[in-house]
């Protein structure tokens, strides 16, 4: 009696303490798993100054900035001798951002500023007046505004205390648009969806799910991509169109993976993660997986047929007599539950698993992150 409480104490500490995760797939909306090819963001980025730094900014070793000052400053019309010029209240920088879709002229966002010299700190800085380019050379938003790094260096030598980092911050809706970027949603009646993880399954039930809906208007042209034709009625309010399929219910579909996290011990599975029959020891742990199939006769005059059935059980010993039975299913999680159970660390379950796939014995993708 005293052995089967110690065995049921076991396998409930199992249940909650275990970093053992399983993941099965879930009704989701179409919103969640996919999105409207073309509405994308854009990165935009640019390269400025920093003035007004309290001794903080380039030394005269970075020679960009001295350039780059004194070229800002001959744009006015004033000359400076770049050979004498020592200030080191400027730092030059690159500014990054973010345009997001359908945004229009005159619309703020917010940029990151990065020090790209040997300046301390960019606090309480002000960006001079940056154009930001995209990918194809043109400007779509120009960058202007004081710089917030949260963070500070105080004092000087071993006596210097610093504080997050001081030579990167940004500017909440520091940047205006002053270029339209959007996409001509529904263009020639069609639109497409981008499935985020490409998927033959996946794709084929949102296609389905569409079509219950809406009627034959889509169809899949490959695993990432479905086209859909915009009904007549909805052509003129597209938005509406989009939305009602988004929240669409779909199973999404995934391959049998496990996740392993070397540095957490931590381990995800998919619920379709199958494991054959094999046997196992590692030290002085030994686990046996035994598979049994039994056929299930219908009953006479009924109209079920059929089936056959595996009954599976796995058997964990240890040399110092624990022994742990586990219910008659045959998976990863049995054969971690059942490690975790007698006492084997993560990094002994990690390496049964890259043993068990290396035999062929687990179908599923194994990756260690």
Avoid at 98 to 106: H, N
Avoid at 168 to 184: F, H, M, S
Avoid at 263 to 273: L, P
Avoid at 337 to 342: C, K, P, S
Wanted: hydrophobic residues 45%; contains cysteine.
């Amino acid at each position: 009696m005293k052995k089967i409480l110690t065995i049921a104490t076991l396998i409930a500490c199992l249940a909650l303490m275990t970093s053992t995760v399983f993941a099965e797939s879930a009704v989701t909306r179409i919103k969640d798993i996919a999105k409207v090819q073309g509405v994308r963001n854009n990165q935009l980025i640019g390269y400025g100054l920093v003035m007004g730094l309290p001794g903080t900014g380039d030394s005269d070793k970075i020679k960009q900035t001295i350039n780059s000052t004194v070229s800002m400053l001959k744009s006015f019309g004033i000359t400076v001798d770049a050979i004498n010029w020592k200030a080191k209240n400027v730092a030059a920088v690159m500014v990054t951002a973010t345009l997001p879709p359908f945004i229009r002229e005159g619309d703020t966002i917010d940029v990151a500023v990065s020090s790209m010299g040997d300046a301390d700190s960019i606090q309480g800085g002000i960006l001079l007046q940056t154009p930001l380019l995209a990918a194809n050379g043109d400007v779509y938003a120009v960058a202007q505004g004081s710089v917030s790094t949260g963070g500070f260096i105080a004092g000087q030598g071993n006596n210097r205390v610093q504080k997050n980092f001081p030579t990167a911050g940004n500017i909440p809706n520091g940047a205006i648009v002053e270029r339209t970027l959007e996409d001509d949603l529904g263009r020639n009646g069609q639109l497409s969806l981008s499935l985020s993880n490409a998927d033959f399954t996946t794709a084929s039930r949102v296609t389905n799910a569409i079509n219950a809906a809406y009627g034959n208007v889509a169809h899949a042209a490959n695993p990432g991509r479905i086209d859909i034709n915009i009904p007549g009625y909805y052509r003129a309010n597209i938005v509406q169109f989009i939305a009602s399929i988004e929240e669409l219910p779909v199973v999404p579909d995934a391959i049998a993976k496990v996740v392993v996290n070397e540095r957490t011990g931590t381990i995800v599975m998919g619920g379709n993660v199958r494991v054959d029959e094999c046997a196992i020891t590692q030290g002085g742990l030994s686990i046996r997986i035994e598979r049994e199939n039994e056929a299930y006769q219908a009953a006479p005059y009924s109209y079920g047929t059929s089936m056959v059935v595996s009954n599976d059980e796995t058997d964990v010993r240890e040399e110092m007599s624990s022994s742990v039975v586990l219910p008659a299913t045959t998976s990863v999680s049995d054969v971690v539950g059942a490690l975790n159970a007698v006492g084997a660390t993560p990094r002994d379950c990690i390496s049964i698993l890259q043993a068990m796939k290396a035999a062929g014995a687990i179908h599923a993708v194994l990756e260690i992150i």
